[in-house]
């Protein structure tokens, strides 16, 4: 197999050396398997690797099976380069993931299986753009089959939306501010409910929407 190149290691990976990582990343390496849409496990060392800047739903939620395909098919057993490689609280190496020089981490948004985190570091233009490209053609994650607006049942029309940048699970009512802006997207674990105990029992909590701030619009 044609070798890609060389991982290029930051000072930062270096020093999370010191805090637990302990197998260091090969200039090449071999994809073992795939643990969903945006993590997959090297060969070598069994060590975890997410795509830096992507978010793709969990297995379970919409899009998640195809995701999973989708990175199955542009990586299992094939080398990939790592480049800007640093190690997250949870043990992972987060990289910009290289396979024949094309970046898988923008395919992956492109082509709607994952969507953009916007976070400091390279690639950061081409996967914005690649997110612009999904959003706007409505393909994958962004299609009408992951994403409501209108509630199935008018009965049921609190918003649960999970907010990835913060990590919280909020509702809205559809009284609140900025209400009819908010669109759910069942690939991120959003849902709707038909009452606020529902909501709050599922570990929902009021949006700052809803007379104090702004929600997640896009």
């Known amino acids: 197999m044609r070798k890609i190149g060389l991982a290029v290691l930051t000072a930062t990976a270096v020093a999370t050396a010191t805090i637990g990582y302990k197998n260091y990343v090969n200039p090449y ?35 998640g099976p195809e995701s999973y395909a989708r990175l199955d098919e542009l990586i299992k057993k094939r080398q990939v380069q790592l480049k800007e490689p640093v190690v997250d609280k ?29 976070e400091p570091g390279s690639g950061k233009e081409a996967m914005k753009s690649a997110h612009e490209i999904a959003k706007s053609q409505k393909i994958g994650i962004y299609s009408k089959t992951c994403t409501d607006e209108v509630p199935p049942d008018p009965k049921c029309a ?36 038909c009452n606020v105990s529902d909501a709050q029992k599922a570990g929902f909590k009021i949006s ?6 702004t929600n997640r619009t896009n």
């Not at 990590?167 to 900025?178: A, D, G, S, V």
Request: proline residues 3%; charged residues 25%.
């Open 158 to 193: 609190i918003k649960g939306n999970h907010d990835l940048d913060r990590n919280e699970y909020l509702y809205l009512t559809p009284e609140c501010p900025y209400y009819s802006a908010v669109i759910l997207r069942r690939f991120e674990a959003d849902q709707w409910f």
């Open 208 to 213: 700052s929407a809803c007379g104090l701030g």
């Open 29 to 63: 390496e071999t994809v073992n398997k795939i643990a969903d849409g945006d993590t997959f496990i090297l060969e070598n060392n069994k060590q975890a690797v997410r795509l830096f800047g992507i978010d793709a739903p969990e297995l379970t939620n919409c899009y």
């Open 90 to 118: 949870f043990g992972r190496i987060v990289a910009l993931v290289y396979v024949d020089g094309k970046l898988i981490n923008e395919i992956m948004i492109r082509e709607g299986y994952a969507s953009y985190r916007s």
